[in-house]
């Protein structure tokens, strides 16, 4: 049940109902079952406020975004994978609904942890620091977000293509065209 209601998450706006309802339902389920703490309950909270992110319930996303976060840095720590997805998690609904300073503060934080444990060039560090480059645009930081990318993303126009996630392909071609625009510029 809980893939087919992250399934009509992203079958877009005419599934969001019946994914809110689904989401719901198994939440439901796994507290009676496996308590609020249990990894798969957090999960399907997770689930559940992406949907009501999506629907522009930003206040009951953001609440249960931050349980989510409270409990895995609880019971994980601020530097577990879980957790770091949580905050990642976090920032974007906070992103999303237009509170760019707390976003970036979750970010800065993701990137920072993600730097020290997987080095600059992981994927997932990188797609941290692409966050955080796109949030300090929306805040209006344009030096800012210049100095995430040079320290952080330029290194993606050098790497092949090929050997690149999916996500960080996307990444890649988005700085190439920034850097092209401004080389044009200059």
Same mark, same amino acid.
């Given at each position: 049940?809980n893939n087919l209601a992250y399934t009509f998450n992203f079958q877009g706006y005419f599934c969001y109902a019946e994914a ?84 970036? +503060? ?9 730097? +020290? ?70």
């Amino acid at each position: 049940m809980n893939n087919l209601a992250y399934t009509f998450n992203f079958q877009g706006y005419f599934c969001y109902a019946e994914a809110k309802n689904l989401n719901e339902h198994v939440l439901e389920i796994r507290r009676k079952v496996l308590g609020d703490e249990h990894p798969d309950t957090l999960t399907s909270m997770h689930n559940l406020a992406s949907v009501l992110s999506f629907q522009g319930y930003c206040a009951d996303a953001k609440e249960l975004d931050e349980y989510v976060l409270e409990i895995r840095r609880k019971v994980l720590g601020d530097e577990y994978p879980d957790t770091l997805s949580s905050m990642n998690n976090l920032a974007y609904t906070l992103r999303n609904h237009g509170d760019y300073a707390g976003a970036r +503060k979750f970010y800065e934080q993701v990137l920072n942890i993600m730097r +020290k444990a997987l080095g600059d060039e992981h994927p997932d560090t990188s797609t941290s620091a692409w966050n955080l480059y796109v949030t300090l645009l929306n805040m209006g930081e344009p030096d800012a977000a210049n100095d995430i990318m040079k320290k952080h993303l330029i290194w993606l126009i050098d790497s092949d293509p090929m050997y690149l996630a999916a996500e960080l392909h996307e990444i890649r071609e988005r700085v190439i065209q920034i850097i092209g625009e401004k080389n044009r510029v200059e």
